[in-house]
């Protein structure tokens, strides 16, 4: 393998989804729903296939798609942009961050990231020769250390990778922390790179998109996608969104890595896009009641559990149980228990850092959540 990939294993979530199915766990680990999305945009992707919507998209995006997410973006942040000249869609938001580094970083630059981090970030930097500093939030509430911050950023720092709602923690970045990451990269021009794709699953404030701070736009690129929101992780239907100067970088990138995205599932995704906001409190009221028996279930089991604003994620300490390590005991609750969680220290560089949490998922049926608590209840 090559060099740039050697120190990165299978990734965590198919390690883990393997394991839930080889010993019949139940799997509140890899962060997929065990439910279907909605049959309008099932159906409207079956039409696309049916009308003949089945070659090659244009590179950046069917019309249709990019005006959606325009009009979408619009009504979440007030920020207008050009669908033909600020927006590429790709093949989920994961194409969208690789993407974005690979089209924004030269090998050498500095890129601060946030740990825990979502997996990806770090072997896409590594892919691209980034140099990465790392800020480590810590529980109970990964509150931004913004003195850290201060002292990490410099000239030399070309962006920040920011993620938020936040995985795996469920934190979500306070409009006070997001203008004091903005401050810092005005004063030392540095570009924000913002993963967002959990902005519908927002449940104790409202998600801020950290382009609608003024003068921020022009130094970000705000990524999404389908699968969270619409309950489709399968069908890899992202997009990012960043000023010409910036979406240029982005656009080649992705050309050149995929391309183009599946064409049908993009018409599907602009009739997604363009449901009326209903939706997206039904989604909400959905989740509050799977999160309410997760996170009390996980209290009564004997967890300490860290408050989560957003995400279908939670966090909780496990050394009650006395085990190890995350690892340790993520391999005893799939073993004896019969339950499935991610071990969070893949998400730090130092993985000692992350070896008294572990992460749990929600996103599943009300009675698959129940039975897992049952589980614990039982057997831990
Ligand atoms: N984003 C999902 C999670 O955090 C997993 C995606 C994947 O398996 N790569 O669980």
Known sequence: VAKRLEKFKTTIFTQMSSLAIKHNAINLGQGFPNFDGPDFVKDAAIQAIKDGKNQYARGYGVPDLNSAIASRF??????????????????????????????????????????????????????????????????????????????????????????TPHNPTGKMFTKNELQQIADLCIENDVLVFSDEVYDKLAFEMDH???????????????????????????????????????????????????????????????????????????????????????????????????????????????????????????EYLIKEVGVVAIPTSVFYLDKEEGKNLVRFTFCKDEGTLRSAVERMKERL
């Open 74 to 163: 619009q009504k979440d942040t007030g920020l207008i942009v050009n669908p033909e000249t600020e927006i590429t869609v790709t093949s989920g938001c994961t194409e969208a961050i690789a993407a974005t580094i690979l089209g924004l970083i030269n090998p050498g630059d500095e890129v601060i990231l946030f740990a825990p981090f979502y997996d990806s970030y770090e072997a896409t930097l590594s892919m691209a020769g980034a140099k990465i500093t790392c800020i480590t939030l810590h529980p109970p509430d990964f509150a931004l250390p913004i003195d850290t911050l201060k002292s990490k950023i410099s000239k030399k720092t070309r962006a920040i990778l920011l993620n």
């Open 208 to 330: 801020i998109s950290i382009a609608s701070i003024p003068g921020m736009y022009e130094r970000t690129v705000t990524m999404n996608s389908l699968g969270k929101t619409f309950s489709l992780t399968g069908w890899k239907i992202g997009w990012a969104i960043a000023p010409p100067h910036l979406l240029w970088g982005v656009k080649q990138a992705h050309s050149y890595l995929t391309f183009a995205t599946s064409t049908p599932m993009q018409y599907a995704a602009a009739v997604a896009l363009s449901t009326p906001d209903a939706y997206y409190e039904e989604l909400r009221k959905d989740y509050r009641a799977k999160k309410e028996i997760l996170v009390e279930g996980l209290k009564a089991v004997g967890f300490r559990v860290f408050p989560s604003s957003g995400t279908y994620f939670v966090v909780v300490d496990h050394t009650v149980f006395g085990l190890p390590d995350d690892v340790a005991f993520c």
